[in-house]
């Protein structure tokens, strides 16, 4: 039997984690709610299947308090990232800043026109068309800057080059960018950064500047905007997939016994495949656990159907369980631990209890077997 100074000692890290994650991300508790009933709902239908399973009630018990604590290290991780819905977000999304740059070059084209038309008014026509045409080109331009913000839209090759010529339209700046900022950004400034920062120059509508960076990260716009896909930027997907080492780490502290140390590998692993292309230690088939196989299942079902993470629509059944498929199929995901969550009808029995009406659509499990 588990001692009950271990089972206190892991609920109670439980309890920490959860206060600590709802004051910062709250809407990550459905998601450490749900993946441990969802994994147990799988563990006990396995368990009816094949006899031949043998699974403890401390084997379960670890699969539960591992599914509790999978994401325990992202108490280590910065808050914007645990709910970057766009890719500009840094803390808010910056969308709006980039669009007043375009404002401002609408207005100075306005301006110019204006001017011409003054010292040319035979022309005015002819002005008046040439900055309709600039007008439209500005309105595409900032159209597509904000499509390309968006987690869902893949930025290939010609996109970036695009974003580059746009992000490179200059503007005019008269006001001082070091006005109101605190003593310790100025610091992080240069002598050439201030005198440059000080003085009326040029700026471009996108921009990377020298301070453009949070805990060794990038922030820039134009670096962030040429992220392929997703709201995640190379370096803060690194940052953020680091979550699953510090979980590792976290519950290794705990000094747990033998009979217990099951937990700690359970929740670092539910971001391996079965195909070495997981993280965090790239581990194979034969290194990952079934119970960490169960657990990496929950784990993307539940995330994809989620309905409260703010980068994402929530999935249909339909497109959740394709999503399965594709990954059963690339030899990610266990095969008969699939195969199960769609012949008992696990995925159903959970979306009725935990998605919305709209969310569940008809399902023909033979199309995905």
Known sequence: MIQKCIKQQLETL????????????????????????????????????DKKIKLSADDIYQLEMA????????????????????????????????????????????IAALKKIIAKPKQEKEIKKALKKQIEQLEKDFAFVAQCNLGE???????????????????????????????????????EEKLKYQNAASETVLQDNPEDFYQGIPTGELHNLSTFKGTLSPEERQKIEQHAIETENILNLL????????????????????????????????????????????????????????????????EALHILQSMKNKGQLDKNIYE????????????????????IDEINIDDYL
């Open 14 to 49: 439980h309890r920490i984690f959860f206060h600590i994650l709802n004051v910062r991300t709250p809407h990550m508790i459905p998601h450490i709610s749900r993946v441990p009933i969802l994994a147990l709902m799988i563990t006990d239908a396995l368990k009816k299947a």
């Open 255 to 318: 000094k747990l016994p033998k009979s217990q140390q099951n937990i700690a590998i359970y929740a670092a692993q539910h971001h391996e495949r079965l195909n070495g292309k997981g993280y965090p230690h790239g581990q194979k088939d034969s290194d990952i656990f079934l119970a960490s196989r169960i657990l990496m299942l929950a784990d993307i079902f539940e995330a994809i159907t989620s309905s409260e993470r703010p980068y994402k629509a929530p999935k249909k059944l339909s």
């Open 153 to 191: 839209t893949a930025v290939d090759e010609n996109c970036l080059k695009k974003l580059q010529k746009i992000g490179n339209k200059k503007f005019k700046r008269y006001f001082s960018r070091l006005e109101g900022l605190s003593w310790n950004e100025l610091q992080a400034l240069s002598n």
């Open 340 to 359: 199960l969550f769609l012949r008992k009808k696990i995925y159903l029995q959970y979306a009725k209890q935990y998605l919305s009406p709209e969310q």
């Open 67 to 110: 599914s509790k604590l999978h994401d325990c290290g992202k108490i280590t991780t910065p808050d914007y990232l645990l709910s970057k819905s766009t890719k500009t977000e840094f803390v808010r999304n910056r969308i709006h800043e980039i669009r007043n740059r375009f404002e401002i070059l609408r207005r100075d084209a306005e």
